[in-house]
């Protein structure tokens, strides 16, 4: 059975940083592309950024580049995502989702999730 | 960026059919993906690729394409279908982003 688990998130002031992880099991972890897909409360999903089997290729929505940095660590099957310089409109429960293709950008779609982890950015 | 546009809302009786659409640009080039999220739940995949449910969703669930719309049809629509659901497709803009539609709040009457 699939399992992703999401952790690190809480509360935060504005201009701080957080690392969330994700830790993957049931599955080849290093067989897949991952993906961190954020949802602002009240409001819809979010593509946050996306990484690919062997960490050679990445991508970041253009709300986070140059603030947040996707990584993952295939020998202890996890995923994570640094966030610095947070800002209010950061606010979210950030999910962990696999992808069915080696490649972030090939598939497009996510055909598991974690049950996600809340990060709130306020002073 | 490409953009994906949903109804916000739609209504459906119980055991009648609807149609969720999605449409934009990245429609032309790309296939949808669809996903159901109930409320405090993360969402489920329910459709994928030209039209394939991944195991455990009921065939009620199909969908299709057309130029730049997608279509999530509940054929039968039941109450456990009352959920949001999202459309999702690679971007076409050469970003090599992932894009989503605003999602569509379905009511089962």
């Known amino acids: 059975e699939v399992q992703l688990v999401e952790s690190g998130g809480g509360l935060v002031q504005p201009g701080r940083s957080l690392r969330l992880s994700c830790a993957a099991s049931?599955?080849?972890?290093?067989?897949?592309?991952m993906h961190w897909v954020r949802q602002a409360p009240g409001k819809g999903l979010e593509w946050v950024s996306g990484?690919?089997?062997?960490?050679?290729?990445?991508g970041y929505a253009d709300s986070v580049k140059g603030r947040f940095t996707i990584s993952r660590d295939n020998a202890k099957n996890s995923l994570y995502l640094q966030m610095n310089s947070l800002r209010a409109e950061d606010t979210a429960l950030y999910y962990c989702?696999?992808?069915?293709?080696?490649?972030?950008?090939?598939?497009?779609?996510?055909?598991?999730w974690g049950q996600g982890t809340l990060v709130t950015v306020s002073s | 960026s490409s953009e994906l546009t949903q109804d916000p809302a739609v209504s459906v009786a119980l055991g009648q059919t609807v149609r969720i659409t999605c449409q934009g640009d990245?429609?032309?080039?790309?296939?949808a993906s669809w996903y159901q999220q109930k409320p405090g739940q993360a969402p489920v995949l329910v459709i994928y690729?030209?039209?394939n449910r991944p195991s455990g969703i009921p065939d009620r669930f199909s969908g299709s394409s057309s130029g730049n719309t997608a279509s999530l049809t509940i054929t039968g629509a039941q109450a456990e279908d009352e959920a949001d659901y999202y459309c999702?497709?690679?971007?076409?803009?050469?970003?090599?982003?992932?894009?989503f539609g605003g999602g569509t709040k379905l009511t089962v009457l």
């Open positions: 990484i690919s089997w062997n960490s050679g290729s990445i």
């Open positions: 989702a696999k992808d069915p293709a080696k490649d972030y950008d090939s598939s497009g779609y996510f055909d598991y």
């Open positions: 049931g599955f080849t972890f290093d067989d897949y592309a």
């Open positions: 999702n497709s690679r971007d076409s803009s050469g970003n090599r982003h992932v894009v």
């Open positions: 990245s429609l032309r080039s790309y296939y």
């Open positions: 690729g030209k039209n």
